[in-house]
């Protein structure tokens, strides 16, 4: 009987283990998909800026 309670209890930590592991995975995925957002926000950003840039330059020549 100990000995079923103990294997339980492990087999619970493992299951608790590998939901643990998959809700991680989950997050880094979706870090990573922010990271890229964030990413191309700021290189529209840039290049919003470089184009009012090289325009203000033009007109006032």
Same mark, same amino acid.
């Given at each position: 009987m100990e000995e079923l309670r103990r294997r ?11 939901? @643990?592991?998959? &809700?991680?995975?989950? $997050?880094?995925?979706? #870090? *990573? ?11 529209? @950003?840039?290049? &919003?800026?470089?184009? $009012?840039?090289?325009? #203000? *330059?033009?007109?006032?020549?």
């Amino acid at each position: 009987m100990e000995e079923l309670r103990r294997r339980n209890i492990e087999l619970s930590r493992e299951e608790a283990e590998e939901r @643990l592991c998959s &809700q991680l995975a989950e $997050l880094e995925v979706e #870090s *990573l998909d922010q990271a890229r957002n964030y990413h191309n926000r700021m290189l529209f @950003l840039m290049d &919003q800026i470089s184009r $009012l840039s090289s325009s #203000s *330059l033009a007109a006032s020549s």
